[in-house]
């Protein structure tokens, strides 16, 4: 069983940044693709940023290209999420997925606030 926690999430003014971190556990790591996704309240989850195991291309969504970098080390089995110049409309929920056909597996969340 894939198991997957984030960490790293927390309160910054806008403007400013935050690295969240994925540590995954019980699968093998480079065969994996993996993704963050966020929930802010009241609204859908949605794609923010992933990596797949073929290349580790990454790929960001349009609302967040240019202050967001994805990037995974195979070599720890973590994923990492840079995010800069943040904005009010990024707080939300990030979670951590993975999975080969689809994203199966699922953190737990944490929680990222930006403060106007």
């Known amino acids: 069983q894939v198991q997957l926690v984030e960490s790293g999430g927390g309160l910054v003014q806008a403007g400013g940044s935050l690295r969240l971190s994925c540590a995954v556990s019980g699968g093998t790591f480079n065969d994996l693709n993996v993704a963050w996704f966020r929930q802010a309240p009241g609204k859908e989850r949605e794609f923010v940023a992933g990596?797949?195991?073929?290349?580790?291309?990454?790929s960001v969504a349009d609302s967040v290209k240019g202050r967001f970098t994805v990037s995974r080390v195979n070599a720890k089995n973590t994923l990492y999420l840079q995010m800069n110049s943040l904005k009010s409309e990024d707080t939300a929920v990030y979670y951590c997925?993975?999975?080969?056909?689809?994203?199966?597996?699922w953190g737990q969340g944490t929680q990222v606030t930006v403060s106007s």
């Open positions: 997925a993975a999975g080969w056909n689809s994203f199966t597996f």
């Open positions: 990596s797949n195991w073929s290349d580790s291309r990454p």
